[in-house]
């Protein structure tokens, strides 16, 4: 029998073979004893067992072939068929440890009592221990934590365990003997399906990743392998399928690979920051210059006009990229009223749109004031305006900007998971543009997802959501095709009395006098700042270098009103050289610039009693970064 056994057996193959064994040595014994025990006739079956010849066995007293304590109960056993007149079945377990299962019948004689009794015992050693295996297999298959379901070779389901009942929602009865594609549903489903069933066709085991859809509609994901049940000779009995629910593993797995890619943005954020402030720099400048030079109305006016707007748009680019960046820290939260910020927006927006497309405010809360970083609120507001401004660019429509205060409790917890019970200030940025395909509506904040091709960077909502929950707050989206579509932003709102940021656009230069030492490793940023300086009525000395700058000042320390250096050179940088300035001569001013440094922000700025001016700046920011400097308080 062994040869016929195939090499690489299933576990199921090897117990049906031993099962066949195991029953045919099932052996059936048979004798006809006395009262008194004495053997009267028995079939070869014992005397073999007992290896003793027939003949002699015969004659012989039963009980006097077994061990005292077993031949005790049989006699027991016996002596009970005896008084009754009733056959006694019972489980005999013999000395050896073998299980009969025995009947002892009385066999009366015409007074109704009993003159011989026949016994029939069968071994079922073997049967009771593939009873135990198989029930130790089920229990085991029942109770595993992975699903397991068992098809017919038709693919009908034979067979479900608890967990898989659980996994997806069906009872064992309600899915037994249905096909095992009820479990498969929509179209990419069934294309897993397919890929199955061919492997299946082949006689093959399969495994991978699906979706299933469960029977409330859920969809989970599911890691699983099918492999098929042979067996004697390799008959096809069946499948098995074990399934894994990765559903919320495929959560985590797309969270990581965000948190990659952001990591990645940050990087690429911090090594490109720096050069391109330094580009954007003069840029600015000289068109601002250029502007200047000619009259407002000419071709050349409108020229510069178009290369500082498409240079404001790249440095709000790379704010935008370095928002994104944790290494990026966040300006000093202050106090001011959302509202205030939705205004200035506004403001900023309305030139900027189709007559086509009108705006409505809708501030109604006077309690909305947050305490965050004012500039990255302005991002978000901007961000969320300009998306749903394009979704009406061809159809115009209404984009409502509405301030109002929320309190979340438990009851509209489900609306925002991610924010925990509170006081809130809730911005909602609505429009009745295009909306979102359900599809789009996990996607819209991923990273560079964009629906826009080379019109857009698929960073703003990216940069909003990050934004938003650094505050402590959270994002929900509304939207149906065709409709419009709805932000709800929420921020944790302040108690204090609402504040208007000291802060707003800065109208126009700021003039001042005096001689300015500036310094920066970059050419072009040294002639266009020194030309920025010089407009705003200020005398320049330029150097290249922290080192040079060091020198020039200590020369003549009375002759410069201000220093104004580049943070990152080579060699001594703006702050070892704002350091030893001030070692020197405690009554220097100094003002920092740099586009991103881990060296300084403008914190650490002020509280080393220097100024800072952010890169890339315009003459306006300039004027005043300078100006501050040189007069605090004043105007
Ligand atoms: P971008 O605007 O550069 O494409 P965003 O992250 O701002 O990147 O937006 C991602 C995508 O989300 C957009 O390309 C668009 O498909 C969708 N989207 C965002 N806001 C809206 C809106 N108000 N209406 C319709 N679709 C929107
Ligand atoms: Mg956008």
Redesign the pocket.
């Known amino acids: 029998m062994a040869s016929s056994k195939p090499s690489g057996l299933k576990t199921a193959e090897t117990v049906r073979s031993e099962d066949w064994a195991d029953l045919t040595t099932g052996t059936s014994f048979a004798l006809l004893i006395a009262p008194d025990g004495t053997i009267l006739a028995a079939n070869e079956a014992v005397a073999q067992r007992l290896e003793i010849p027939l003949s002699r066995f015969v004659g012989s007293c039963i009980y006097d072939h077994f061990p005292v304590e077993t031949a005790a109960r049989r006699r027991a056993m016996a002596a009970m068929a005896l008084e009754t007149g009733v056959a006694q079945s019972y489980e005999d377990v013999s000395s050896s440890g073998n299980v009969l299962d025995t009947v002892i019948h009385p066999v009366l004689g015409a007074d109704g009592k009993a003159v011989t009794l026949a016994v029939f015992a069968t071994d079922v050693t073997g049967q009771r221990r593939i009873m135990h295996e198989r029930l130790r297999m089920a229990t085991a298959i029942e109770q595993a934590v992975e699903a397991v379901v068992i098809y017919d070779t038709d693919f009908s389901i034979r067979y479900v365990n608890q967990a898989f009942e659980e996994m997806t929602g069906y009872s064992q009865s309600e899915v037994r003997g249905r096909s095992g594609e009820l479990l498969y549903q929509g179209r990419h489903q069934q294309k897993s399906l397919g890929l199955i069933r061919t492997a299946m066709a082949e006689g093959e085991a399969w495994t991978g990743r699906t979706f299933n859809t469960r029977k409330d509609g859920r969809v989970i994901q599911v890691e699983k392998t099918v492999s098929p049940i042979r067996g004697r000779f390799g008959v096809p009995l069946g499948w098995v399928s074990v399934w894994r629910d990765v559903t919320h593993v495929a959560v985590l797995e797309k969270q990581l690979r965000q948190a990659q890619s952001m990591e990645a943005i940050g990087t690429l954020a911090g090594g490109i920051a720096h050069d391109f402030n330094n580009i954007l720099g003069p840029i600015i400048l000289h068109s601002e210059l250029g502007q200047t030079m000619v009259p407002e109305g000419s071709p050349a006016h409108l020229s510069f006009s178009e290369i500082l707007e498409a240079a404001n748009r790249a440095r709000a680019l790379v704010d935008q990229i370095l928002s994104l960046s944790r290494k990026h820290e966040a300006d000093e939260p202050v106090l001011f009223r959302l509202s205030s910020i939705c205004k200035e927006c506004i403001k900023f927006l309305r030139p900027s749109l189709p007559a086509t497309i009108a705006i409505v405010e809708d501030q109604r809360a006077e309690d909305d004031t947050i305490l965050a970083d004012p500039t990255q609120i302005h991002q978000v507001v901007m961000?969320?305006a300009?998306?749903?401004?394009?979704?009406?660019r061809e159809q115009g429509g209404t984009l409502t900007l509405a301030v109002q205060a929320v309190d979340l409790d438990l009851s509209m917890r489900s609306l925002f998971p991610d924010a925990g019970v509170g006081s809130y200030v809730m911005l909602t940025?609505k429009?009745t543009?295009?909306?979102?395909p359900k599809e789009?509506l996990e996607?819209?904040?991923?990273?560079?997802?964009?629906?826009?091709k080379s019109?857009?960077?698929?960073?703003?909502?990216?940069?909003?959501h990050n934004i938003v929950t650094r505050h402590g707050g959270a994002v929900r989206?509304e939207?149906s095709p065709g409709v419009?579509?709805?932000?709800h932003v929420l921020l944790p709102r302040s108690e204090s009395p609402g504040l208007v940021p000291a802060e707003t656009l800065i109208a126009s230069p700021i003039l001042g006098s005096g001689q300015v030492l500036f310094v920066d490793d970059e050419a072009a940023l040294r002639t266009s700042t020194s030309m920025a300086l010089t407009q705003l009525g200020y005398e320049v000395t330029c150097c290249a270098s922290g080192q040079e700058a060091y020198d020039l000042f200590r020369a003549h320390p009375e002759r410069y009103a201000l220093v104004l250096a580049d943070v990152t050179m080579p060699g001594m940088t703006g702050l070892d050289l704002a350091r030893r300035i001030q070692d020197e001569h405690p009554e220097a001013r100094v003002v920092l610039t740099s586009g991103y440094s881990d060296l300084i922000n403008p914190e650490k700025a002020r509280e080393l009693g220097l100024g800072y001016l952010k890169k890339p700046y315009s003459t306006a920011a300039l004027g005043l970064a300078v100006r501050e400097v040189l007069d605090p308080g004043g105007k």
């Open positions: 961000n969320l300009t998306n749903a401004a394009y979704a009406m940025v429009d543009g295009q909306g979102m789009h996607r819209v904040f991923d990273p560079f997802f964009t629906t826009k019109l857009g960077t698929g960073l703003g909502l990216t940069v909003v989206l939207s419009g579509t709805a932000f």
